[in-house]
Nanobody, 116 residues
């Protein structure tokens, strides 16, 4: 079955960096687009970034030039490098497998808290 396990979250000061990882199993990782979503307290889950099977990327405007999504097909892992973090980036971050333009599976999430 599809399994997605996120790691790398934590507490960081504004302006700091974190790198999230998502280990995938149970499916042919290299043929799927993957994404990162996030959900802040009291808000709906939102898409943050996507990387296609061929390596093309998409970012929501609020994280462009600060976040970088990447993948390592040999390790079945997708990453999210987050730089210049802001308090509004505080959320639970979820790795997702994407099909037909939408997320269909998520991991359990990893908490990112940006605070001084």
């Amino acid at each position: 079955q599809v399994q997605l396990v996120e790691s790398g979250g934590g507490l960081v000061q504004p302006g700091g960096s974190l790198r999230l990882s998502c280990a995938a199993s149970g499916f042919s990782f290299n043929i799927f687009s993957m994404g990162w979503d996030r959900q802040a307290p009291g808000k709906q889950r939102e898409l943050v970034a996507i990387i296609t099977s061929s390596g093309n990327t998409y970012y929501v405007d609020s994280v462009k030039d600060r976040f970088t999504i990447s993948r390592d097909n040999a390790k079945n892992t997708v990453y999210l490098q987050m730089n210049s973090l802001k308090s509004e980036d505080t959320a639970v971050y979820f790795c997702s497998r994407r099909t037909a333009g939408r997320s269909e599976y998520w991991g359990q999430g990893t908490q990112v808290t940006v605070s001084s």
